[in-house]
């Protein structure tokens, strides 16, 4: 009996070990649904609260996190994480890239002082920028030195229902200052979000 209990336990740990090889990186869960009015206020894309035990990114260049809207949307603000809300210590460059052909289709740059909601800064986009249901968009940000601390895989990270997190990226190109992330990689910091709002109350995309 105690040989086939052990048997199982390590049966489990491979089928375990399997499913964390095959997912790979860290997504966050989603977040819980809204109900959309019109003029309702712009929400984070992603939020997760303050945390402990912060470390600082391990390069120079761009990363970002792949994402596809379940219904049109328009974003409103650009946004980077404030470990510690108590102000940046440079000014990020950051933007939403087209995923099918890498164009840049909005940039801004969250200043140290820029104002603070949550747990991020935001600079707001002004006109807002359409994004389409069902297309992959790329968020991205610059961080080089001297470094804010960012958080390596977020606990109780929440992506807002109306969209869906693919996966992250980072440059290849280490040092660039600004570029196309095109690389995966193990860690998943998510240090740069945006706001939105949907730009017609529909159903969800698949």
């Not at 209990?5 to 997912?23: H, P």
């Not at 989603?30 to 309702?40: D, I, K, L, V």
């Not at 992603?46 to 949307?73: H, S």
Request: charged share 20%; hydrophobic share 40%.
């Amino acid at each position: 009996m105690r040989r086939k209990s052990v048997g199982t336990a390590l049966l489990c740990l491979a089928v375990v070990a399997v499913l964390v090889a095959a997912c790979g990186e860290m997504k966050p869960s989603p977040g819980p649904s809204t109900s959309w009015t019109p003029g309702a206020s712009p929400v984070p894309a992603i939020t997760y609260p303050p945390q402990d035990g912060t470390n600082t990114n391990f390069f120079a260049g761009t990363e970002g996190w792949y994402f596809k809207p379940t219904v049109d949307i328009e974003v409103t603000a650009l946004g980077w994480y404030d470990d510690g809300q108590d102000g940046l210590t440079q000014a990020h460059p950051v933007g939403i890239f087209d995923a099918s052909d890498e164009k840049l289709l909005v940039e801004a740059k969250v200043q140290p002082d820029s104002p603070l909601d949550g747990a991020f800064r935001w600079v707001s986009v002004e006109p807002p920028v359409a994004l389409k249901a069902g297309h992959e968009y790329v968020m991205a940000g610059y961080a080089g030195p001297p470094f804010d601390l960012a958080v390596k895989n977020p606990k109780d990270a929440s992506f807002a229902p109306e969209l869906r997190y693919l996966r992250y990226r980072i440059t290849t190109e280490r040092n660039r200052v600004w570029g196309y992330p095109d690389a995966k990689d193990a860690s998943t910091l998510l240090d740069t979000n945006f706001k939105f709002r949907p730009v017609s109350v529909a159903s969800p995309t698949p």
